[in-house]
């Protein structure tokens, strides 16, 4: 009887866990998209104001439940000398949110050479990824295809993996559910590849 209740309440109740990595250069809006993500899907989370966060120095984390999926998400800090930190984590993430700062044309080539070192990284294959062009509702920003064409180089280097680029606005929240929803069904459908590390141990 036992069992059978245990069972059950496991049934219910238990999730599957992955961990996903928000990664970009510093000010793109990565701790924003993370605090808007829990508002979103955590009933009763009071975030801070998102107007009042400021950059990612170290890492931040958070979890959400879709169903019975848990998504963890690492935030990791984006100045150049914290970008070498990156990689410690590769082996146990399921999935790759990679923000971008649509405003920013200076800085979308220091972007670029980021997000390559990401999808060549042997540690992330087969790992889906979702690029985020963030700050679309500020009027100057840079559109969906110019992204894509600032990134085309990186085309060939992404691979077999899932990749989707999403138009989003970390602020308003726009993009947030469509690019997290389409996160779930790709980290649950990767649960037939080879585990990741951290499952192995
Ligand atoms: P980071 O964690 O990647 O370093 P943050 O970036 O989340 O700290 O955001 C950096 C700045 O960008 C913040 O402004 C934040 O409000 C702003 N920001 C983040 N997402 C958006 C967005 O979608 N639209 C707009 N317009 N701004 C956004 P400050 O002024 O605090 O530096």
Redesign the pocket.
């Known amino acids: 009887m036992y069992t059978l209740l245990s069972g059950l309440y496991k049934y219910m109740f238990q999730r599957d866990e992955y961990c996903v990595l928000i990664l970009?250069l510093?000010?793109?809006?990565?701790?924003?998209f993370l605090e808007q993500t829990k508002t979103r899907f955590n009933k009763n989370y009071k975030g801070m104001s998102?107007?009042k966060?400021?950059?990612?120095v170290g890492l931040n984390i958070g979890t959400i439940d879709v169903g019975k999926t848990r998504l963890m998400f690492w935030?990791l800090g984006?100045q150049e000398e914290l970008q070498s930190l990156w990689d410690k984590y590769y082996a146990e993430s399921h999935g790759v949110i990679y923000?971008i700062d649509s405003t920013d044309e200076e800085r979308l080539s220091e972007s670029k050479k980021a997000f390559e070192k990401v999808v060549t990284s042997e540690a992330l294959e087969g790992v889906p990824i979702l690029v985020l062009a963030?700050?679309q509702?500020?009027e100057t920003c840079l559109s969906i295809p110019d992204i894509k064409t600032a990134f085309s180089d990186c085309i060939n280097k992404i691979g077999k993996r899932d990749c989707l680029t999403q138009a989003c606005?970390?602020?308003?929240g726009k993009g947030v559910n469509e690019g997290i929803e389409w996160m779930v069904k790709c980290v649950v459908r990767n649960i037939h590849r080879p585990p990741r590390q951290k499952d192995i141990t």
């Open positions: 970009g510093d000010n793109a809006g990565k701790t924003t998102l107007s966060i400021t950059t990612t935030d984006g923000v963030n700050k509702d500020v606005s970390a602020l308003t």
